[in-house]
């Protein structure tokens, strides 16, 4: 079956500092792969999706990179802010959605 | 943008009654919902498609019997915990998609259910 692997350790980062989040998959590579943003007790929100065929997409401070060979794709936040601080999902896209378990990213001052 | 709201964000409820959890897309129609729980420091993991105006799909080990899902109207799709158990405490969070799959999915805000 499919799997995610997300680095389940926090990261924590200094404010202004480029935050690179990791997504390893096994198996097929899916026709796109999503990121979603969750914070404590909420629900994920939407953030970027990049589809096989993109090798990179990009949205004001975020970038998201997806190479089918090694089976990954790297989350990019430049310039991070605590507001950034959240958890990070990594959710790939086959006949229903599978989520990683997320990277809880944390920015500080 | 799309919204989907999701009602009560928090329930305790006593072993053996049942709970019931809303989810609406308050601005656009949704043929499809879905509901997903969570269990602490773990993934979402899908429990069941809601179709409107037909029967929902289960994810294999998910009792359809206990999770009763109802999906009248393009607006709104419930989910009732039938007699349930200090197990069933859980997240339960639905999603809808607005534009189709590859725009990406808006979830609710999530039910934080509590069975004493």
């Known amino acids: 079956s499919q799997k995610i692997e997300q680095n389940s350790e926090a990261l924590n980062i200094q404010e202004g500092k480029t935050a690179t989040l990791t997504c390893n998959y096994t198996?097929?590579?899916?026709?796109?792969l999503q990121w979603y943003r969750q914070d404590p007790g909420r629900g994920p929100v939407f953030l970027l999706l990049?589809?096989?065929?993109?090798k990179e997409k990009r949205k004001e401070r975020l970038k998201v990179t997806f190479d089918t060979t090694l089976k990954q794709s790297l989350f990019h936040i430049t310039a991070s802010q605590p507001a950034d601080s959240a958890t990070y999902l990594c959710?790939?896209?086959?006949?229903?959605?599978?989520f990683g378990t997320g990277t809880r990213l944390q920015v500080f001052p | 943008g799309a919204v989907v709201s999701q009602h009560p964000s928090w329930v305790i409820c006593k072993s053996g009654t049942s709970v019931k959890i809303e989810c609406r897309s308050l601005?656009?129609?949704?043929?499809?919902m879905f509901w997903y729980r969570q269990f602490p420091k773990q993934s979402l993991m899908l429990m069941a498609t809601?179709?409107?105006?037909?029967?929902?799909?289960?994810e294999q080990g998910v009792e359809k019997d206990k999770f009763l899902i109802n999906h009248a109207s393009l607006t709104l799709s419930t989910l009732t915990v039938t007699s349930a158990h200090p197990e069933d405490s859980s997240f339960y969070i639905c999603?809808?998609?607005?534009?189709?799959?590859?725009?990406?999915?808006?979830f609710g805000s999530g039910t934080r259910l509590t069975v004493v």
């Open positions: 990049i589809r096989e065929n993109e």
């Open positions: 601005d656009f129609q949704a043929t499809t």
């Open positions: 959710v790939l896209n086959t006949d229903k959605l599978i």
């Open positions: 999603s809808a998609s607005y534009q189709g799959a590859d725009y990406g999915y808006t």
């Open positions: 198996n097929y590579s899916p026709a796109y």
């Open positions: 809601s179709n409107e105006g037909s029967k929902a799909t289960y």
